[in-house]
């Protein structure tokens, strides 16, 4: 066996890659129900793509939808035509494919640069991440702008390594992801590469390079890509269109998030990306540490470039900043948001691997960081255990079915780190924090998950379902906020009320005289206000209460 993986080295890793992408991807992609609000919002608007043919239009429960770039939604409508049915995982295949894909190429990528073994490691870090495998079973947008953004990043770099005949090839692949990058989320796909590029060249010393004819042919295809959509969106909503997507999406919500209430502070992503890119993050603080007092000494002797591979470590380190310094300065902030560093950040620590197995560097820190995580692991398990015994009842019920999957999982977790602690083989201590993460991502993805939808968007669901079982019946959602689950099963366009108000409920009931129509409130509101619930109850009969929300119908 040994033999054949040293003859088949490069067969072997791929082989491993897709193995492992099979288990952390696709295994189980639809074993859980569609999450609201992003997942939920943006697979109705897919599917009603699919049933009314209309691939250009984004709408949303009937309203014309300026906030993104169609691809996400062209890529999920063709799963879910192909497939010819339209559930959880026809909706995120697409997502977990791209994910794949970008795996995969990221271990080409560093097979290119420095050497087969070092791009099974970074590639398997960037596969392993937490936040890396939890976002690739939710049918976002985010995961496309990292796959683009990594995808033209990587093609850049290659224009500065590669033999000089397929300098050109490379530009164009640069180009041509950019703009199927801005057709997956906008401008931002664009405006990065773009900076980082120049950031790097300038470092480098390399500026001439966009003095390069390829640049204008780039910039052609580059314009054939993200112009037919645009320019059928300026022709269908003129102005309005630049407002919305440009000035309100891009520009605005860049600078200003109080309109839309997502306003954090400047350190916010620092633990966002620590407990995201778990198990690898302690490493990750003392590979920086390190990494700073190396550059340090480097800058003091000269700063020379000698080989790819410090050119790529200096390459993902810029790329890794800005991305980070960029979104850190947003007025908007959302924890998916940080994700296009992962694949940077996954370089800078396949290095770090790379070195202990190769040059024995970081035995110590790699022992003593391995026995910390598996300690907090075990302490997980304790304090979870003992959390457990004081949880309210109505909690317990809901958790009670992974409880002990996930408390003993993390033990042994722990234990399994604590026996690796100490092992002289390097690949051997690695292929036990991919172990762990195929038992934290079966526990988070597809148990976790199923307990939050059980807590109210399954009873949201239930409804929809009721619903749509009567022939033209209206739904009403009632003083709560948009919560696109309601649309799974009832593809007509719900009434959305979001604050209290009675005398536009009272005119849809009027005006849905005919038909039988669904209200679903939400329970907390009942028991808040007397008045509130008499005034429900007055115009509407119950038909079914569940734990957080209830469904009336008019009588």
Same mark, same amino acid.
């Given at each position: 066996m040994l033999e054949f993986f040293k003859k088949h080295t490069n067969f072997c890793y791929v082989a491993i890659?897709?193995?492992?992408?099979?288990?952390?991807?696709?295994?189980?992609?639809?074993?859980?129900?569609?999450?609201?609000?992003?997942? @939920?919002?943006?697979?109705?608007?897919?599917?009603?793509?699919?049933?009314? /043919?209309?691939?250009?239009?984004? *709408?949303?429960?009937? %309203?014309?939808?300026?906030?993104?770039?169609?691809?996400?939604?062209?890529?999920?409508?063709?799963?879910i035509s192909a497939f010819g049915k339209f559930t959880p995982f026809t909706v995120r295949?697409?997502?977990?494919? *791209?994910?794949?894909?970008? &795996?995969?190429? @990221?271990?080409?990528?560093?097979?290119?640069?420095?050497?087969?073994? =070092?791009?099974?490691?970074?590639?398997?870090?960037?596969?392993?991440?937490? =936040?890396?495998?939890?976002?690739?079973?939710?049918?976002?947008?985010?995961?496309?702008?990292?796959?683009?953004?990594?995808?033209?990043?990587?093609?850049?770099?290659? #224009?500065?390594?590669?033999?000089?005949?397929?300098?050109?090839?490379?530009?164009?692949?640069?180009?041509?992801?950019?703009?199927? /990058? &801005?057709?997956?989320?906008?401008?931002?796909?664009?405006?990065?590469?773009? %900076?980082?590029?120049?950031?790097?060249?300038?470092? @480098?010393?390399?500026?001439?390079?966009?003095?390069?004819?390829?640049?204008?042919?780039?910039?052609?295809?580059?314009?054939?890509?993200? #112009?037919?959509?645009?320019?059928? *969106?300026?022709?269908?909503?003129?102005?309005?269109?630049?407002?919305?997507?440009?000035?309100?999406?891009?520009?605005?919500?860049?600078l200003n998030s109080e309109t839309i209430g997502r306003e954090r502070p400047f350190l916010y992503f620092i633990p966002v990306f620590f407990a995201g890119f778990m198990p690898w993050m302690l490493l990750f603080v003392d590979m920086l540490v390190d990494g700073i007092r190396k550059g340090v000494n480097k800058i003091k002797t000269g700063f020379v470039l000698e080989n790819d591979t410090q050119r790529l470590v200096l390459f993902a380190t810029i790329s890794f900043t800005f991305i980070f310094l960029l979104?850190?300065?947003?007025? #908007?902030?959302?924890? @998916?948001?940080?994700?296009? #560093?992962?694949?940077?950040?996954?370089?800078?620590m396949g290095y770090y691997w790379y070195n202990a197995d190769e040059n024995a560097e970081h035995t110590r820190p790699l022992n003593v960081l391995t026995l910390t995580l598996a300690t907090i692991f075990i302490l997980m398990a304790i304090v979870g255990s %003992?959390?457990? *015994?004081?949880?309210?009842?109505?909690?317990?019920?809901?958790?009670?079915?992974?409880?002990?999957?996930?408390?003993?999982?993390?033990?042994l977790s722990g234990m399994l780190l604590t026996l690796k602690s100490n092992y002289k083989k390097v690949m051997s201590l690695f292929s036990s924090y991919l172990i762990i993460m195929i038992f934290i991502t079966t526990a988070t993805v597809t148990k976790v998950t199923n307990i939050m939808y059980m807590t109210g968007e399954n009873e949201l669901v239930n409804y929809s379902t009721i619903s749509a079982s009567i022939p033209d019946a209206k739904l009403i959602t009632f003083d709560f906020a948009v919560k696109p689950s309601v649309k799974i099963n009832y593809e007509e366009n719900v009434d959305f009320l979001t604050d209290t108000e009675f005398q536009r409920l009272d005119r849809l009931l009027k005006i849905y005289d005919k038909n039988t129509v669904f209200v679903i409130v939400k329970n907390k509101n009942m028991k808040s206000d007397e008045q509130y619930a008499k005034m429900i109850e007055s115009k509407l009969d119950l038909v079914h209460k569940g734990y957080k929300y209830s469904l009336y119908v008019k009588p």
């Open positions: 890659l897709i193995l492992l992408c099979m288990l952390f991807l696709f295994l189980g992609l639809g074993s859980f129900p569609l999450i609201d609000v992003d997942e @939920t919002r943006y697979a109705t608007m897919a599917r009603d793509m699919v049933l009314t /043919g209309d691939w250009n239009d984004l *709408m949303l429960n009937g %309203v014309p939808f300026l906030e993104k770039p169609p691809l996400y939604f062209w890529l999920v409508a063709s799963s295949f697409p997502i977990a494919l *791209m994910s794949f894909v970008l &795996v995969l190429i @990221t271990y080409f990528f560093g097979k290119r640069v420095v050497s087969e073994k =070092f791009g099974f490691y970074t590639a398997s870090i960037l596969l392993a991440s937490f =936040f890396f495998l939890m976002l690739s079973h939710i049918a976002i947008l985010d995961s496309l702008l990292m796959v683009f953004i990594a995808l033209a990043l990587y093609s850049g770099f290659m #224009t500065t390594v590669c033999k000089p005949e397929n300098k050109k090839w490379f530009w164009l692949g640069f180009y041509v992801a950019l703009g199927v /990058g &801005v057709l997956a989320k906008g401008i931002l796909a664009c405006g990065i590469p773009f %900076v980082i590029m120049f950031l790097y060249l300038l470092c @480098t010393k390399n500026l001439k390079q966009i003095l390069n004819p390829i640049h204008l042919l780039g910039i052609l295809v580059f314009f054939l890509i993200v #112009t037919p959509w645009h320019y059928l *969106m300026h022709k269908n909503y003129g102005t309005f269109f630049w407002i919305e997507y440009f000035v309100r999406h891009h520009f605005a919500r860049f979104f850190s300065i947003a007025s #908007t902030k959302l924890p @998916t948001y940080i994700l296009p #560093t992962f694949p940077f950040a996954a370089i800078l %003992v959390v457990c *015994m004081f949880l309210p009842p109505e909690i317990l019920s809901h958790i009670e079915k992974v409880q002990i999957l996930i408390l003993v999982g993390f033990a």
